[in-house]
Structure formats: C-alpha cells, structure tokens
C-alpha cells in the first residue's frame, strides 16, 4: 500500500492505485499512467499534474466510462476504458511533461462525508497530500 491512496467513507475503504509508481522516459518516447480505483463504482477520476515547486493543475476528468474532459491537456491525452480505469497517455513525451502526476477519485453523495489521503511514493516527496471533494 505504499503506492496506494486510501480513502474512508464511512461504510468502507477504497483504494485507488496509480503504476507505475516511479517511471523515467527519454523524451520522444511514449508513456502510459494507469489509475485503478477498487470498492467504488463509478467514480468520478482525476488527473492532475505538478511541476516541482509548482502549483497541481487539473488535466482530465470523467464521470462515465467513455466520456473524458480535458481541462489543461498539455499534450497529454486520457481514456477511460473501464468504470473504475483512468488512463493518462502521450504518444511524444516532451521535456516539458516532466513532474508529478497524481490520480484522484470522488462521488457526490448527499449527507454523507469523506476525506481522502494520499501518500506519495518515498522518492518523490516526504509530504501527505490530504483532499476533501467538494
């Protein structure tokens, strides 16, 4: 579970899993992120991406399968094949891809509340991000 966000709602836990963890590309290549969330049926997914020292920016999210926004796409592009599958790509990875990329789940529920903990691989950071959906 060290790669793992953990999620409570109060009736049960969630996992969402991002693979690979950790992955070093040469620019040019193409890459494949996949987010997996497990205990939940349909999820809205989140893709957000970071530059270091700079501020998370929203890239994709999708409340169906099948059905994918993009916010800030920077070259990037999403699919979501599955319910609980979200799956960022880019065909060229160019050097201004470098950073962090971060998966994210919520639901809409009325009444009920829910916090969600991420905790980043080791190499990548010491802190805990902690999000509450709105």
Known sequence: LNNSLIFFTGVGAQIIDQRPAVSVQPV????SLECTVK????????????????TLQQLFYSISVGDVVSVTARNLSASRPQDGQF??????????????????????????????????HPLLSPTTLTRSPR
Do not use: M, R
Not at 39 to 54: E, I, M, R, T, V
Not at 100 to 118: D, E, K, M, N, R
């Open 28 to 31: 040019g290549s193409s890459l």
């Open 87 to 120: 799956i960022l790509s880019s065909e060229k990875l160019l050097l201004s891809h470098s950073g962090f990329y971060f998966c994210a789940w919520s639901i809409t529920l009325t009444g009920v509340g829910q916090a969600s903990v991420q905790k980043p």
């Open 39 to 54: 205990g939940q049926s349909s999820p809205n997914l989140y893709w957000y991406w970071q530059d270091k020292g700079g």
